[in-house]
Nanobody, 124 residues
Framework: VQLQASGGGLVQAGGFLRLFCAAS????????MGWFRQAPGKEREFVAA????????YYADSVKGRFTISRDNAKSSVYLQMNGLKPEDTAVYYC??????????????????WGQGTLVTVSS
């Protein structure tokens, strides 16, 4: 699976962005999808995950209530709607694909495919 993320940019605190991740290659609906982020000088961290059907979602506490993950299997795409952005949300955001939803939300994440990152910068 090849993953192409886009939609990052510069936004003021309190603003919003919508990230996109387009998949190609193996059947998209076979995979759970997730978003991760890496801030400067920090390790990559989990942001959100969605099951193959879209029926289950899971969020990091830091983004719960502000971010929404969704997917469109017909378009082989996954989205991350980010509202109420804060300066601490500044990071490179990566989309990821995994065989199961559990692989994305467990301690010791197991990702099968990573996309390239898209930079989100939130100014104060």
């Amino acid at each position: 699976v090849q993953l192409q993320a886009s939609g990052g940019g510069l936004v003021q605190a309190g603003g919003f962005l919508r990230l996109f991740c387009a998949a190609s290659g193996r059947p998209f609906s076979n995979y759970a999808m997730g978003w991760f982020r890496q801030a400067p000088g920090k390790e990559r961290e989990f942001v959100a995950a969605i099951s193959w059907s879209g029926g289950s979602t899971y969020y990091a506490d830091s983004v719960k209530g502000r971010f929404t993950i969704s997917r469109d299997n017909a378009k082989s795409s996954v989205y991350l709607q980010m509202n109420g952005l804060k300066p601490e949300d500044t990071a490179v955001y990566y989309c990821a694909a995994a065989e199961t939803f559990g692989h994305l939300v467990r301690v010791g994440v197991r990702v099968d495919y990573w996309g390239q990152g898209t930079l989100v910068t939130v100014s104060s």
